[in-house]
């Protein structure tokens, strides 16, 4: 009879969330409805992926509070102090108070599995006269002199976009619709955003904090039909929180029958 998890068995990662999830809750932190990862107790907010995470509170000694309490709850946890690099992403803070994510070692992987060798780059992720399409009447990706995976690449520079580059957004999305049967032409286009990768490898996604300002929030006709439906008094944002003594959000964003009301 198996009495203890197996680390690399299928199930072993549910195991793991299922065991960490009512270790949380016992401490009285509830998961966010909206996403799974995200916990919060009071103005203590616990973000998780897999087995690291990130605290955000209003203060030092709160986080160190519920610190303490995880680890006497009989979790193994490592206090690393105020993050400086979070799954590949390195977090700067400036001496104005903004805050930068990079991911420049993911950008220096994409440019080496490219293969680019010489310094041309370009000043934008796609070109604007070019519409990417099936293209059924070109050679298949395989067939032409390309020496990466076409995949691989896609799926780093989906990766990239998801976090701190949202500047290449719309040129990945177009060339990941045609993973399943690349050709020339989107062979061509992953190169092209590489360059462009390449001449700006030093940008980032910064947050400027405005503690005079709170959460804003745009509710589209969409967002606002699925949050009647399936989300009802849905909590999108705690009250009063600061991340840092900087960040802020203002009130309790919730979804009613036919719209949303702050409370």
């Known amino acids: 009879m198996l009495?203890?998890?197996l680390y690399g068995q299928k199930q072993a990662g549910r195991v793991?969330?299922?065991y960490l999830v009512e270790k949380l809750c016992s401490l009285g932190f509830q998961p966010?409805?909206?996403d799974e990862c995200v916990f919060f107790r009071d103005h203590v907010i616990f973000i998780v992926y897999v087995d690291d995470g990130i605290f955000l509170g209003p203060n030092d000694q709160s986080?160190?509070?519920?610190?303490?309490?995880?680890?006497?709850?009989?979790?193994?946890?490592e206090d690393q102090g105020h993050p400086a690099d979070y799954v590949g992403v390195t977090i700067t803070k400036h001496s104005n108070g903004c805050i930068e994510f990079t991911q420049h070692a993911l950008i220096d992987a994409i440019i080496n599995d490219i293969n680019i060798g010489d310094a041309y780059t370009k000043p934008v992720p796609a070109k604007a006269t070019q519409q990417l399409h099936a293209f059924k009447d070109s050679p298949q990706f395989d067939e032409c002199d390309f020496n990466f995976n076409y995949r691989s690449v896609t799926g780093k520079l989906n990766h990239l976009t998801q976090t701190s580059r949202s500047d290449i957004l719309f040129a990945t999305h177009q060339v990941a619709k045609y993973s399943s049967d690349p050709r020339?032409?989107?062979?061509?286009?992953?190169?092209?955003i590489v360059r462009y990768l390449k001449k700006t490898r030093h940008l980032g996604l910064k947050f400027r904090p405005n503690e005079s300002k709170g959460l804003n929030v745009t509710v589209t006709q969409t967002l606002q039909a699925?949050?009647?439906r399936t989300l009802p008094n849905t909590i999108l944002a705690r009250p009063s929180l600061e991340v840092d003594g900087s960040f802020s959000m203002q009130d309790v964003l919730s979804f009613g029958p036919q719209s949303y009301n702050p409370k």
């Open 3 to 5: 009495l203890s998890n």
């Open 16 to 18: 793991w969330n299922s």
């Open 32 to 34: 966010s409805l909206i």
């Open 63 to 77: 986080l160190t509070n519920v610190i303490r309490e995880i680890a006497a709850a009989g979790l193994d946890i």
């Open 184 to 192: 020339k032409e989107h062979g061509e286009a992953i190169v092209y």
């Open 226 to 228: 699925i949050g009647t």
